[in-house]
């Protein structure tokens, strides 16, 4: 009986061997970040400006609380907003809401097809990503009917998922290429400011006001071995982690009217908290996949001891320092990249670019880690064989991980970059005031 559970089990092995798929590779061809027009940019005295004519009711102490918040949100004196909202008054209708996606999307798309010399007839998979605007026929429509791609192309359309969407839509995008070989995959991320702006006194509300700023991003994905030698990266790694079971997690960031009907996304006190509930999840899991074997066994160790309620025994934080070269966290705002870099034990270097993404973009929901990849670039950091780190929250609560790995130097002052113009302004001095919005501490 044993010889023959035997003789089963090593043909069910067999078996597996034999009908398991093997991974196809995928690799990340090239990507370009939105650059506005100089007459887009915008001014923090023009947002006070605005605010103060053209809101009604808008009181002193919402414009003083305002103000306090721009100067110590990390953002810099310039960065970029949609027409609508430029206008005097600002005209945040549907269709300007349209136009500031046409403006981002098709924008960069074509810088995306013009910098691969790749033809959208030969894109099989089209993924977008937008928070709040969700208009029909959808975004990833849009770009389809633009360039007119083929009938049988696969279309997806993420909403609601916040600033994590990004690396959502490239795990989506991952699976995808798993199943259908041979295809370029197009990812193309953005928020809607037009139909963002919030236009009460709520001050919780009043943080999307002053930290989301216009841009957007498109990726193009491929599982071609044709194509290796000619992309910048090979993706190795994609974790997700979603915490929404949770209330706490759940209500940290939901949309809502205020008393006056006014609706926006209020960010309650306890978004640190939630934050890193879903980081130190995703992180156990990253770890597992590019953490040395004695960094996991004492994360395991040290996980095991805390949950059997030893006294005066702290979280063991591993150093992901040593497993990645290149760290790109979300730029949800100047406290959000403060407890990122003391939990994860970053440096000031290694956290440069997100700082200096945020002071120049501002927050661009998604698609702002695409910039914070391009400012690296565009300083010629990049070498064949780096280990690149990819991490983003969201609504929900959600927190999503990347991992990839140079294929080849990727030369300073590409074409195309939004950097390369200005890169050496930077990097600035990162001192200010204390946030003047309170958020719960992690401890």
């Not at 879903?278 to 074997?293: D, F, R, W, Y």
């Not at 790995?405 to 200010?432: C, Q, S, Y």
Request: net charge neutral.
């Amino acid at each position: 009986m044993i010889f023959i559970i035997l003789a089963l089990l090593v043909l069910t092995i067999i078996s597996l061997m034999i009908t398991k798929k093997p991974k196809r590779n995928v690799y990340l061809v090239d990507f370009s970040c939105y650059k506005p027009n100089p007459s887009q940019e915008f001014t923090k005295e023009e947002m006070l400006s605005k605010m103060k004519r053209h809101i009604s009711n808008i009181s002193d102490a919402t414009l003083d609380f305002t103000s306090k918040m721009l100067e110590r949100s990390g953002i810099g004196p310039v960065t970029y907003g949609p027409k609508g909202l430029l206008m005097d008054p600002p005209d945040v209708c549907l269709a300007r809401a349209r136009e500031e996606a046409d403006e981002v999307l098709f924008g960069a798309v074509d810088m995306l097809l013009a910098k691969t010399g790749v033809d959208p007839a030969k894109i099989g998979i089209v993924v977008t990503n937008c928070c709040v605007f969700n208009p029909v026929p959808s975004l990833s429509d849009m770009i389809m009917n633009r360039h007119k791609m083929k009938d049988d192309v696969l279309s997806y359309n993420i909403s609601g998922m916040g600033c994590s969407a990004s690396l959502i839509a490239v795990g989506l995008a991952k699976q995808l290429l798993q199943v259908h070989k041979d295809k370029y995959a197009l990812i193309v991320s953005t928020e809607n400011i037009t139909e963002n702006f919030y236009q009460g006194n709520n001050r919780a509300i009043l943080l999307i006001n002053c930290l989301f700023r216009l841009g957007g991003g498109a990726i193009l994905l491929s599982n071609r071995s044709s194509v290796r030698h000619s992309s910048k990266y090979e993706l190795r790694h994609t974790v997700h982690t979603c915490k929404a079971s949770t209330d706490l997690s759940y209500n940290c960031i939901i949309q809502e009217e205020d008393d006056e009907g006014n609706r926006g996304i209020p960010v309650t006190k306890d978004l640190l908290a939630a934050a890193f509930k879903a980081v130190e999840v995703n992180l156990t899991t990253m770890g597992s996949l590019i953490l040395p074997v004695s960094d996991q066994l004492r994360f395991v160790a040290n996980y095991i001891m805390r949950k059997l309620n030893k006294d005066n025994i702290k979280p063991y934080v591993p150093n992901f320092k040593g497993s990645t070269d290149h760290f790109y966290c979300h730029v949800g705002g100047k406290p959000v990249l403060d407890e990122l870099q003391s939990i994860l034990r970053m440096t000031e270097g290694d956290m440069e670019a997100s700082r200096m993404t945020l002071y120049r973009w501002g927050n661009m929901s998604s698609s702002t880690i695409w910039y914070e990849m391009a400012y690296n670039e565009a300083k010629g950091r990049v070498k064949k064989g780096d280990r690149v780190w990819h991490i983003a929250f969201g609504s929900g609560f959600k927190c999503s991980s990347v991992t990839w790995r140079a294929l080849r130097t990727v030369a300073a002052r590409e074409k195309g970059n939004p950097w390369t113009d200005e890169i050496d302004k930077f990097p600035l001095d990162w001192n200010m005031d204390e946030f003047p919005f309170h958020l719960d501490p992690l401890h």
